[in-house]
T-cell receptor, first 118, second 114 residues
Framework: NAGVTQTPKFQVLKTGQSMTLQCAQD?????MSWYRQDPGMGLRLIHYSVGAGITDQGEVPNGYNVSRSTTEDFPLRLLSAAPSQTSVYFC?????????????????FGPGTRLTVL | AQSVTQLDSHVSVSEGTPVLLRCNYS??????LFWYVQHPNKGLQLLLKYTSAATLVKGINGFEAEFKKSETSFHLTKPSAHMSDAAEYFC????????????FGIGTKLQVIP
């Protein structure tokens, strides 16, 4: 059981380049999400998905696309990288939370991808 | 809407003394509350969680937190700090209205002085 895996661990891009950050989980979690972590700002939600074929925007979605074709994978695409996207990116997954109950939706985090855009 | 405020960006304690990391939250509904820890250059690990069961929650590594609805607080404590506790700690809130959207605090960096 590998948990949540992310690739690559480090990446340097030039402004305008595109790339995909990969995220996979083997816990059969319905919910997956992408965060960026910047100093003094905590983690901010970029996009999330509550199941295959379903995605939605988080707090800071601009400049990023996601798709969820399978339960296991949730890639994050940078369409045209900008220096403002220099950050550490974390993928997380959890079981779905039941509406109407105080469900247990502990998130499991990947090790992160450190991205620098020059 | 939900929000979370971590009242201290940095906390410094001496080894062996108590730790208090403060967190206040805002939620229109019964929230779930979490504390996560992040050691340098590592991912986030769950310390403990509150999901409307006992208000005093015990977590890993001797940490605990008390949910106080009247004060909208969920402070993290440990009786005696260890050098290995030096890390960044995040308070997180999630409620039914914001379904699956969790909100992170900005984090508190804990420094432990030998």
């Amino acid at each position: 059981n590998a948990g949540v895996t992310q690739t690559p661990k480090f990446q340097v891009l030039k402004t305008g380049q595109s790339m995909t950050l990969q995220c996979a989980q083997d816990m059969n979690h319905e919910y997956m999400s992408w965060y960026r972590q910047d100093p003094g700002m905590g983690l901010r939600l970029i996009h999330y998905s509550v199941g295959a074929g379903i995605t939605d925007q988080g707090e800071v979605p601009n400049g990023y696309n996601v798709s969820r074709s399978t339960t296991e994978d949730f890639p994050l695409r940078l369409l045209s990288a900008a220096p403002s996207q220099t950050s550490v990116y974390f993928c997380a997954s959890s079981h779905d939370r039941d509406r109407g109950t105080s469900g247990d939706n502990e998130q499991f985090f990947g090790p992160g991808t450190r991205l620098t855009v020059l | 809407a939900q929000s979370v405020t971590q009242l201290d960006s940095h906390v410094s304690v001496s080894e062996g003394t108590p730790v208090l990391l403060r967190c206040n939250y805002s939620s229109s509904y019964s929230p779930s509350l979490f504390w996560y820890v992040q050691h340098p250059n590592k991912g986030l690990q769950l310390l403990l969680k509150y999901t409307s069961a006992a208000t005093l929650v015990k977590g890993i590594n001797g940490f605990e937190a008390e949910f106080k609805k009247s004060e909208t607080s969920f402070h993290l404590t440990k009786p005696s700090a260890h050098m290995s506790d030096a890390a960044e700690y995040f308070c997180v809130v999630s409620d039914i209205e914001s379904y699956q959207k969790v909100t992170f605090g900005i984090g508190t960096k804990l420094q432990v002085i030998p």
